[in-house]
């Protein structure tokens, strides 16, 4: 399992992860039922990551509300100097739109006006990051599909298949989503995530995360694989 922190809750705990490779896989998990897959491609050049997002969840904290199960965002700390500059998001492959109110969206429809890229470090962002909530984020860009014009997360955000609390009316995307991100400059490897991954739920409600080793405990279970699991 990966480290749970629950909503403002502070806690220092790392799986020490390295990579040389062009692309990588992380499972987290914890044993509330909160569950996550992210899988990270290096673009060609070195210059954009293909980063794929998935709710597995099958069950969440005792407490939690409809937002506040929904995956709202993944942060990273790429190494010093480089930043994300922009990109596209699109509902995966075998994903859809659930109660948007702006009209459906399917495989490969263009969501880049409900997700967005952001540089700053927050309250929900190692520093750079994917997310589907406001603070310091930058839109994709693409058509309002749901809620005001402009980024409203956590409405907007991913929820599992299992659907552990209903939506009652809230717009979310079941499943999974698939972002192309473009950097500043170009990056040899995904060295970088070794500084520590993070997977957002709600608005603050918890983070599964992998952080950096330096901070000394070691939790066994978060998966990372440097070996590419190409889907089919």
Do not use: H, K
Not at 7 to 13: D, F, I, N, Q, Y
Not at 57 to 64: D, K, N, R
Not at 101 to 127: H, K, Q, R, Y
Not at 186 to 213: K, M, R, T, W
Request: include cysteine; charged fraction near 10%.
């Amino acid at each position: 399992m990966s480290c749970f922190v629950p909503r403002t809750v502070g806690a220092l705990c790392a799986v020490a992860v390295a990579s040389s490779a062009s692309a990588a896989l992380f499972n987290l998990s914890d044993p509330s039922g909160l569950s996550a897959e992210v899988e990270i491609d290096l673009g060609a050049g070195g210059t954009s990551l293909d980063i794929r997002i998935r709710n597995t969840s099958t069950g969440v904290p005792m407490g939690f509300s409809n937002s506040d199960q929904l995956l709202t965002g993944v942060s990273f700390i790429l190494d010093a100097g480089v930043e994300l500059t922009g990109g596209s998001a699109a509902v995966g492959p075998t994903s859809m739109s659930l109660n948007f109110d702006g009209g459906s969206a399917g495989p490969g429809d263009n969501i880049g006006g409900e997700w967005g890229w952001g540089n700053t470090v927050t309250s929900g962002s190692l520093g750079n990051a994917i997310s589907g909530n406001t603070s310091g984020m930058t839109a994709f860009g693409g058509p309002n599909l749901d809620g005001p014009p402009n980024l409203n997360g956590p409405q907007g955000g991913l929820i599992s298949a299992a659907e552990p609390v209903a939506l009652g009316g809230l717009g979310a995307i079941q499943d999974e989503i698939v972002v192309n991100v473009t950097l500043n400059q170009a990056i040899a490897d995904l060295s970088f995530l070794s500084n520590g991954l993070q997977v957002e739920y709600g608005s603050d409600a918890a983070f599964l995360y992998v952080p950096a080793p330096a901070t000394g405990t070691l939790f066994a279970g978060a998966f990372f694989a440097a070996a590419r699991r190409r889907r089919r």
